[in-house]
């Protein structure tokens, strides 16, 4: 599920991926709060409306816009405003959630992090196979963000299950430094004070250390 944060507009999106790079469009559709209501009542109404979304179609990852600290201070802090509610929906679901940078989500879709939104509405049109434009810009922002997830999602993985191995394998270097340094410390207890020459942990247990393929 794609979301374009937002307090007046909210675009929201469901996809499905496919094959590939094949992603098949579900829903999409925008949110709206009315600009004079006071501020926890716009908050409360988008979060039902996007909770009800996300119920009606149990997506498996959200993916929402990180927001800059740019433009209109009123705007960005509504949008961050609305961004806590949409975690906050998604958490309370279990739902992990990812974020992507404007450009990140431009360069995924159109190849330019710097595309327009004419650029951008005509790039995911052409992807999901549209007869027609998503409109408005929201609606195409919340699509947009959910195909480059399901494009980037496997990287994700493969980049997370990097991390794992890395971390397995220092707890495993680690085991190995203590057991050496076990026999070390064993050895010189071993020798006493006017023992012959102690061995260094290198020499005594090399097959412990810097080996190809220990790193």
């Excluded at 993985?157 to 064993?186: C, D, F, P, W």
Aim: hydrophobic share 40%; aromatic share 4%; charged share 25%.
């Amino acid at each position: 599920m794609g979301i374009d944060p937002g307090l007046t507009r909210c675009g929201l999106s469901v996809v499905q991926a496919g094959r590939g790079r094949t992603v098949y469009p579900v829903s999409v559709g925008v949110v709206r709060t009315p600009a004079d209501a006071e501020l926890a009542e716009r908050l409360l109404r988008l979060s039902k409306s996007v909770g009800e979304w996300m119920d009606e179609y149990t997506p498996d990852v959200i993916a929402i816009e990180r927001v800059f600290e740019r433009g209109n201070v009123s705007t960005v802090m509504n949008t961050a405003h609305a961004v806590g509610v949409l975690i906050l929906a998604a958490a309370e679901r279990g739902l992990p959630v990812h974020m992507y940078t404007p450009s990140e989500v431009k360069k995924a879709i159109s190849g330019n992090g710097r595309a327009d939104k004419k650029q951008m509405t005509v790039m995911i049109t052409r992807i999901l196979g549209l007869s027609e434009a998503p409109k408005p810009a929201d609606a195409a922002d919340a699509l947009a963000l959910a195909v480059c997830h399901c494009w980037r999602a496997p990287m994700l993985m493969r980049a997370k299950y990097s991390v794992k191995e890395i971390e397995h394998r220092r707890r495993q270097q680690n085991g190995k430094l203590g057991k050496a340094k076990s026999t070390y410390n064993a050895q010189l207890a071993g020798t006493g004070e006017g023992g012959v020459e102690k061995p260094s942990l290198l020499s005594a247990h090399p097959s412990n250390f810097d080996r190809p393929g220990n790193h």
